[in-house]
């Protein structure tokens, strides 16, 4: 099987622009990418032989025949999905746009409007896999970018003259269901390059997949030091734990002036793990110490004893690093806490979540 594309793997990218906004940038518009996009693949199975080899995987996949999403389905999106199914490309054309005038914030129809506007032209194809399943925030969050590069590029005229259509899978960020999509897209004929996956831990299973398949696959979020030189063809645009670590102990030290901290993390996690490592390790070289490490994933995990240890123990910081499983134990931590202690978090504490219960 031939490596269908490059990416020039880069440091920082800001997010303001939507996660998954820069990722497909990188893939596509790369020079080296957009030249080895048109590669055949002759060890990979034809469009029918995938479909009927992946069809209880394939139900995670649309390029808009199905919609992934359910919150809140306008009527006309409902009708459209139905249309691309039938291939009556035009009449979904019709219906995306009208869905599009009521709700011009869902990235799923602006993807699928594309799509519909490609109807059986020529393209090439790029796959977001997201945790629709699980945290449809975030992965509203990685699509708003991603149809806002595929629309920007097919408004420029695509790569090279050739659109750009994409697929949305929903891989609900469980690492076996990700491997199981991962695999489905390797041995799709018409999948170029992988946007995902949203965790550590499902991009370094998933990983493993794209590395034996030699399929590109670049996540958005994702930031364990493992993932460093993982894989030849997997990716990320975050930087690493270790940057996010040291630049966290600095400003403890540099800005708070405070000596102590108290972490709080998952063992589980092997992006808790990470960062909690590499906290640990920067507060030790800033000369400062660490006087208590707390497991959220044990069963019997106390916020207020907790809390109630760690400030025994001096600490003058709460250093939060939960993964999204056991974010709402991070957020019991803040409550309880009553802001008698400062705060820091790691990337997985940004969220909505943070913002209704934490404030």
Known sequence: MKWKGKILPIIFIPLLLGFGYWCFFIIVTNPKSSD???????????YHQWKDRNQSIAQRISFGEKILISDDILPDKKDAAKAIFDKNYQQAITNLTSSLKIKPNDPEALIYLHNARIGSGKSYTLVVS???GN???TALEILRGVAQAQNEINTAGGVKGVPLKVGIANDDDDQKICQQVATALVENPEVLGVIGHYSSEATLAAGKVY???KLVAI???SSSVKISNFSPYVFRTLPSDFVAARAL???MVKTLGKKNAAVFYN?????SQSL?????SSVSLEGRQISGEFDLSKADFSPSSSIEKAFKQGAEVLMLAPNGETLDKALQVVQVNQKRLILLGGDDVYSLKTLEIAT
């Open 36 to 46: 080895n996009l048109a590669i055949n693949s002759e060890n990979k199975l034809n």
């Open 249 to 251: 102990a600095n400003y």
């Open 267 to 271: 063992s589980q996690s092997n992006y």
């Open 130 to 132: 997201t945790p629709i």
């Open 276 to 280: 909690k490592s590499e906290f640990v």
């Open 211 to 213: 590395d034996d398949g």
């Open 219 to 221: 996540s958005p979020t």
């Open 135 to 137: 945290d449809p925030n």
